[in-house]
C-alpha cells in the first residue's frame, strides 16, 4: 500500500520558517520524482517545487530563493525548507510522488502564516 504522510506543518509568524517532511512508503521512492504543491483557501493547487530521481531541482518563480526541496532516498522522504514565510504563503502542502506511469498524493499539511 502506497503512503505518502506529510508533517511540519503548523502556526508561524510572517518572517519565521518551517521544515516540512513526507514520509514515502510502497512505492521505489529514488526513482520517483517528488514535488511539493501548495493549496491557499479558495485557490487551486498550485505546484510550489519539484525534485527529480537524479536530485535536479525546480522552484516556481514565487517561492525561489525562500523554499528548498530535498530528498533523502535512504529515508524515502523529501523535505521542504521554507524560510521567510509571508501570510500568502499560508494553505495546505501536498506532497507528490510521480513518475510515467504512476501519481500519488499525501493527505497534506496545513501551514498557517500568521501573527
Known amino acids: 500500500q502506497v503512503q505518502l504522510v506529510e508533517s511540519g506543518g503548523g502556526l508561524v509568524q510572517p518572517g519565521g520558517s518551517l521544515r516540512l517532511s513526507c514520509a514515502t512508503s510502497?512505492?521505489?521512492?529514488?526513482?520517483?520524482?517528488m514535488g511539493w504543491y501548495r493549496q491557499a483557501p479558495g485557490k487551486q493547487r498550485d505546484l510550489a517545487a519539484t525534485?527529480?530521481?537524479?536530485?535536479?531541482?525546480n522552484y516556481v518563480d514565487s517561492v525561489k530563493g525562500r523554499f528548498t526541496i530535498s530528498r533523502d532516498n535512504a529515508k524515502n522522504t523529501v523535505y521542504l525548507q521554507i524560510t521567510g514565510l509571508k501570510p500568502d504563503d499560508t494553505g495546505v502542502y501536498y506532497c507528490?510522488?510521480?513518475?510515467?506511469?504512476?501519481?500519488?498524493w499525501g493527505q497534506g499539511t496545513q501551514v498557517t502564516v500568521s501573527s
Open positions: 507528490n510522488a510521480r513518475n510515467r506511469w504512476q501519481d500519488y
Open positions: 510502497g512505492i521505489m521512492f529514488s526513482v520517483f520524482t
Open positions: 525534485i527529480d530521481s537524479g536530485g535536479s531541482t
